[in-house]
């Protein structure tokens, strides 16, 4: 029996996406979850970049995989390892599993792969090729003939797989081929270059998307040729939709800067929404970095799929936001709302972000600071404005002209006079003068925006509006 990583001395995780696509939600959390294992255990955590299908693998989509890592915080150890550049040292290996016998030269043609696809089919079996060439003795090869390298993999008895996550999972050795290594133009497959990867990063732990289990049991046979420590695995289910289906771009299986840029996201509600999406600690919702980090183990992540819920996202940046430092949020929704003043964003960021669910909201939110005069009115705004508000518009200015120390206790004190001496309700003074100061029928508190807007922008708002 070979070694294994049941007791090693420091623990290894790494992630290791294919740069085909934008980094997604399922990747993010795969990132995150090996991060947090490694973290927890005081160990490393690695970043493979699995570019060998050179036709997809895109320079863009590197960009937002290590772009995407560093919005969440997910820091790898070192530098990230390119898989496509390791390509020698993995036909290297392949070349000593042929010299150690776990391996051999295949020279079968098309033809006969044909031969027994078709035979396969008409059976109703799956494909497993028998190649002749297994056994054969390697003087009789073809000289200067084509060849793959093939693993000479088990036959008999039965594979064991003691997942972190699924459990015990067996499979019979027969059920498995003897898959191609090298092709015939000598490069590396994708199943080799993974395990050889693995190993010389001295990974201990493969955490990754239970749609790897299948590969899991034809890349054990491959440590077990070169003697090598086998990993524990831990294979996550994958995430559905709301609907229970498995997640597809209608269920916003986009690249995750689309979570940032569209719908304004912070990246630690992200990361606490992945963490809840398969992991649990009690009924614990709000769970910080450092809380995960502390308490992330693998006997907490569950079995069975995850559901994508954008309303819980929504609810938990809600949270973030709130928590969040004010003159960050400033810079950060400058950009969207096209602000040139932080400094007034700041100021007004304790009573915008008490409303804001996203980033993109907040802005909005406070468009009114940058409104200019006179302002454009939305439906409802207009709808207040007519009727008696110019009238108590007029008596409005006249009240707040005469305030000397421009404070929410001063303005209130006025505003309700105000209000008193009309014979009114304090709201039905409020709508209206909401409606004149933001252009909109909500807005955070009136007095909060009087003491924003300041004194003279203030009474120029209520001078348009108001009866002359
Ligand atoms: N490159 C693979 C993927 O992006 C992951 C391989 C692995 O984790 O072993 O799906």
């Given at each position: 029996?070979?070694?294994?990583?049941?007791?090693?001395?420091?623990?290894?995780?790494?992630?290791?996406?294919?740069?085909?696509?934008?980094?997604?939600?399922?990747?993010?959390?795969?990132?995150?979850?090996?991060?947090?294992?490694?973290?927890?255990?005081?160990?490393?955590?690695?970043?493979?970049?699995?570019?060998?299908?050179?036709?997809?693998?895109?320079?863009?989509?590197?960009?937002?995989?290590?772009?995407?890592?560093?919005?969440?915080?997910?820091?790898?150890?070192?530098?990230?390892?390119?898989?496509?550049?390791?390509?020698?040292?993995?036909?290297?290996?392949?070349?000593?599993?042929?010299?150690?016998?776990?391996?051999?030269?295949?020279?079968?043609?098309?033809?006969?792969?044909?031969?027994?696809?078709?035979?396969?089919?008409?059976?109703?079996?799956?494909?497993?090729?028998?190649?002749?060439?297994?056994?054969?003795?390697?003087?009789?090869?073809?000289?200067?003939?084509?060849?793959?390298?093939?693993?000479?993999?088990?036959?008999?008895?039965?594979?064991?797989?003691?997942?972190?996550?699924?459990?015990?999972?067996?499979?019979?050795?027969?059920?498995?081929?003897?898959?191609?290594?090298?092709?015939?133009?000598?490069?590396?497959?994708?199943?080799?270059?993974?395990?050889?990867?693995?190993?010389?990063?001295?990974?201990?732990?493969?955490?990754?998307?239970?749609?790897?289990?299948?590969?899991?049991?034809?890349?054990?046979?491959?440590?077990?040729?070169?003697?090598?420590?086998?990993?524990?695995?831990?294979?996550?289910?994958?995430?559905?939709?709301?609907?229970?289906?498995?997640?597809?771009?209608?269920?916003?299986?986009?690249?995750?800067?689309?979570?940032?840029?569209?719908?304004?996201?912070?990246?630690?509600?992200?990361?606490?929404?992945?963490?809840?999406?398969?992991?649990?600690?009690?009924?614990?919702?709000?769970?910080?970095r450092e809380q995960a980090t502390e308490w992330f183990d693998l006997a907490g992540v569950g079995k069975s799929p995850s559901r994508f819920d954008l309303k819980k996202l929504e609810n938990l940046n809600g949270h973030y936001i709130r928590a969040a430092d004010d003159a960050r949020l400033a810079a950060l929704i400058a950009p969207i709302g096209g602000y040139a003043d932080t400094e007034l964003l700041t100021r007004a960021m304790?009573?915008?972000?008490?409303?804001?669910?996203?980033?993109?909201?907040?802005?909005?939110?406070?468009?009114?600071?940058?409104?200019?005069?006179?302002?454009?009115?939305?439906?409802?705004?207009?709808?207040?404005?007519?009727?008696?508000?110019p009238q108590l518009l007029a008596a409005l200015h006249a009240a707040l002209d005469a305030v000397q120390q421009w404070d929410q206790e001063a303005l209130e004190a006025a505003v309700r006079q105000v209000a008193e001496a009309q014979g009114v309700k304090l709201g039905q003074v409020a709508q209206p003068l909401r409606a004149a100061l933001t252009g909109r029928k909500t807005s955070p508190g009136i007095f909060d925006v009087l003491?924003?807007?300041?004194?003279?922008?203030?009474?120029?708002?209520?001078?348009?509006?108001?009866?002359?």
């Amino acid at each position: 029996m070979s070694a294994t990583n049941d007791n090693p001395a420091t623990i290894v995780t790494r992630f290791a996406p294919s740069p085909t696509g934008y980094l997604h939600l399922g990747g993010a959390r795969t990132a995150l979850f090996n991060w947090l294992y490694a973290r927890h255990h005081g160990g490393t955590f690695l970043l493979r970049i699995e570019d060998t299908d050179r036709a997809r693998s895109t320079q863009p989509a590197i960009d937002a995989i290590l772009g995407g890592l560093k919005w969440l915080g997910l820091d790898w150890d070192g530098d990230a390892v390119f898989q496509f550049a390791r390509a020698d040292r993995h036909a290297e290996v392949a070349h000593q599993m042929v010299a150690s016998g776990h391996a051999y030269r295949c020279y079968m043609t098309a033809e006969e792969i044909t031969a027994q696809r078709e035979a396969a089919q008409a059976a109703k079996q799956p494909l497993r090729i028998r190649s002749p060439w297994r056994d054969a003795d390697p003087a009789t090869a073809p000289a200067g003939q084509p060849f793959v390298v093939r693993l000479k993999a088990p036959r008999d008895g039965a594979t064991t797989i003691e997942d972190r996550v699924q459990g015990s999972v067996t499979v019979q050795n027969a059920e498995l081929d003897d898959l191609i290594l090298l092709r015939s133009d000598g490069t590396p497959t994708y199943m080799l270059a993974v395990v050889v990867d693995d190993h010389d990063m001295g990974v201990t732990h493969v955490i990754r998307g239970d749609d790897h289990l299948n590969n899991a049991f034809r890349q054990l046979p491959i440590y077990k040729a070169n003697g090598w420590p086998e990993p524990i695995y831990a294979h996550i289910p994958l995430i559905h939709g709301t609907d229970g289906a498995k997640l597809s771009k209608r269920h916003g299986a986009v690249g995750i800067e689309a979570y940032r840029d569209e719908l304004g996201i912070l990246p630690e509600a992200f990361d606490n929404y992945l963490l809840r999406l398969g992991w649990g600690h009690g009924d614990d919702e709000i769970i910080s970095r450092e809380q995960a980090t502390e308490w992330f183990d693998l006997a907490g992540v569950g079995k069975s799929p995850s559901r994508f819920d954008l309303k819980k996202l929504e609810n938990l940046n809600g949270h973030y936001i709130r928590a969040a430092d004010d003159a960050r949020l400033a810079a950060l929704i400058a950009p969207i709302g096209g602000y040139a003043d932080t400094e007034l964003l700041t100021r007004a960021m304790p009573v915008l972000k008490a409303r804001a669910a996203n980033l993109n909201e907040l802005s909005e939110g406070a468009r009114f600071l940058f409104a200019h005069r006179p302002l454009d009115l939305d439906q409802a705004a207009s709808d207040l404005l007519g009727g008696t508000a110019p009238q108590l518009l007029a008596a409005l200015h006249a009240a707040l002209d005469a305030v000397q120390q421009w404070d929410q206790e001063a303005l209130e004190a006025a505003v309700r006079q105000v209000a008193e001496a009309q014979g009114v309700k304090l709201g039905q003074v409020a709508q209206p003068l909401r409606a004149a100061l933001t252009g909109r029928k909500t807005s955070p508190g009136i007095f909060d925006v009087l003491a924003l807007l300041g004194k003279e922008e203030s009474l120029g708002r209520i001078a348009d509006r108001m009866a002359v």
